[in-house]
DNA sequence: TTGAAAAATGAACATTGTTCATTTTCTTTG
DNA sequence: CAAAGAAAATGAACAATGTTCATTTTTCAA
């Protein structure tokens, strides 16, 4: 092999590379895609890898070539998730007062959380996809800290406006975050369930009134 | 068969099948508590029905006389949790003074859900027990809203006493909820993935101090 | 065109929930 | 006490699902 070989081989062999890299991602967000959609459509628990294969016309063990597991597919729509979450939410940086958006961040959030009951699941209250963590990333957290950190600026910024005297920041925030979260977690709960404690369409949004009186005069 | 033979016969039947029943309860009883030993030792999905009957010597089929299905054991097992929860704040009545049973009633709340992280995951996040819920009883839930109804009952209380002036009882109490259920469940979502925010030992406990000198002022 | 590397495949296995025909144990009765 | 009938217990067998891996198909540089 002399030395133009080596080049066009080089040459052709990175062209090739790079497309095949590319349709290996495409594929790999096909499906990604796809078992986002089943899993909103029929539950995650219910949906199989068969289910996910055959709606994209692959094998079985075509999925197996792409993802390690099951878990490392829920493990990829959780960090998605998360950035999806906090795309939503930096949005609001353009509110300028903190009380403001800090109110704006909540509602979003709600409506993040509702509109996507089973996504809001696997971010939050299933357990598969992160046991066994050891074996790879721990970064995917990373995601919903930046979220909360996007909540710790807010929430310092009300301080620096002299809101929420006599309070610790970090506490604050993780209990601002529980008492949302809560909310979301407790409706879809029992929406799930098809056990409404009462007012079914409304408590939500008529509990997020009562925290928006309370953080409003912190 | 005379008067006499009906009698006798009645008389015996009567008492085996006491005996028969009792006994037949006593192994339902023991089936549960095996089964929440294991679901407690090893979690809720790695625990599997031989698993169950092996820990008590039964087969796996006499676990289906006596279960349906592995979600009525589950269903049995939320069941009682929230009796469990119920009769622990139910001892507070003896706080007189409805705010000081209110703040008591939530660190109970939290002591329960962090010491019994698998169990609060069974009557709250977990899916499964309360699926195709049509077939049985609706009633499981009537406990949960037992202790729902004991918050409303404090929280009234302290509205009577001129606290939380300007706010709606129903909400207000569901947001009160949705704060502490919050902070268990992120709790208990970050232990199992030794995934902690900071401060992995009080964040909890230093949020509930935010959360005492809030409601104390309103 | 060809041969090797990469990708895709699906048969096969392990686990688990579940069923049910059979076996074992218990109870009543003659 | 013996036998029949009822009740309880059993575990082999099935179905569904996650997973593996030897084989087949496709791709692509030479």
């Given at each position: ?88 939410l930096k949005v609001l940086i353009n ?120 953080i409003s005069n912190l």
């Open positions: 092999m002399n030395i133009v070989h080596f080049l066009c081989t080089e040459i052709d062999f990175m062209g090739t590379t790079e497309r095949k890299a590319r349709e290996k991602e495409e594929l790999r967000a096909l499906i990604l895609k796809a078992a986002r959609k089943l899993f909103v459509e029929k539950g995650i628990g219910q949906t199989t890898i068969r289910n996910i294969a055959d709606s994209i016309d692959y094998s079985i063990g075509t999925v197996y070539v792409y993802f390690r597991d099951k878990n490392e597919i829920l493990h990829a729509l959780h960090t998605q998730s998360f950035v999806d979450l906090r795309g939503q509110v300028k007062d903190p009380m403001e958006r800090l109110k704006a961040m909540g509602k979003v959030y709600i409506s993040f959380g509702l509109d996507n009951p089973e996504m809001y699941d696997l971010m939050f209250t299933l357990k598969a996809p992160m046991e066994f963590l050891e074996t790879i990333q721990k970064d995917e957290w990373d995601e919903g800290k930046a979220s909360f950190d996007l909540l710790k600026t807010t929430v310092q910024q009300c301080m620096d406006n002299g809101h929420f005297k006599g309070h610790k920041l970090e506490p604050l925030c993780f209990l601002i975050w529980s008492c949302i979260h809560g909310m979301c977690s407790l409706e879809i709960g029992s929406r799930t369930k098809n056990v409404n404690i009462k007012n079914p369409e409304n408590i939500v949004t008529d509990a997020y009134d009562e925290f928006l009186i309370i």
